[in-house]
């Protein structure tokens, strides 16, 4: 029963490493941490004068990818969802038509992150239900495909 311990793939020059598959973050997850503080801090400035677009656009501006930075990650799920949870209904698709492709993208990201995580915080499953119908109305499925095909997550 030995041979089952050995790992085949360490001897396998084909073998793809997840560092292969996109280009790492640039910064370190100090740097990360405190990035996505500050935008977290601009997004709350941004909600208090009532700018829902220019508080989404801020926060999905530069989000947090790769190994290490969990804590990021969380936070800035915890900053989009406080942007999704304080917008109107009725808002929702223009504040949605603003975004460019690359932003819808990252906001699909965002909601399915949030579906995932149930019970999680302030995390209303109505409320990502209602903005992920209402992106897929603007986006697109097209949206959903390239979503799912990221290996980077959010």
């Known amino acids: 029963m030995s041979?089952?311990?050995?790992?085949?793939?360490?001897?396998?020059?084909?073998?793809?490493?997840?560092?292969?598959?996109?280009?790492?973050?640039?910064?370190?997850?100090?740097?990360?941490?405190?990035?996505?503080?500050?935008?977290?801090?601009?997004?709350?400035?941004?909600?208090?004068?009532?700018?829902?677009?220019?508080?989404?656009?801020?926060?999905?501006?530069?989000?947090?990818?790769?190994?290490?930075?969990?804590e990021a990650k969380n936070l800035a799920l915890q900053t989009v969802v406080s942007v999704l949870n304080s917008t109107k209904a009725t808002d929702i698709p223009n504040v949605l038509r603003s975004l460019a492709q690359n932003e819808q993208d990252t906001l699909m990201k965002y909601i399915y992150k949030g579906m995932g995580m149930p019970g999680w915080g302030d995390v209303s499953g109505s409320v990502l239900l209602g903005w992920h119908e209402k992106l897929t109305e603007v986006a697109g499925t097209g949206c959903i495909v390239r979503v799912m095909t990221d290996r980077r997550t959010v």
């Not at 997850?29 to 941004?46: E, I, Y």
């Open 3 to 70: 041979f089952r311990k050995i790992d085949v793939d360490a001897y396998d020059e084909d073998v793809l490493h997840e560092s292969e598959l996109y280009e790492p973050d640039p910064r370190d997850p100090a740097q990360v941490l405190s990035d996505t503080k500050q935008q977290q801090v601009a997004v709350r400035s941004s909600l208090n004068k009532g700018d829902i677009t220019g508080a989404l656009n801020i926060a999905l501006d530069s989000p947090p990818y790769g190994p290490g930075v969990e």
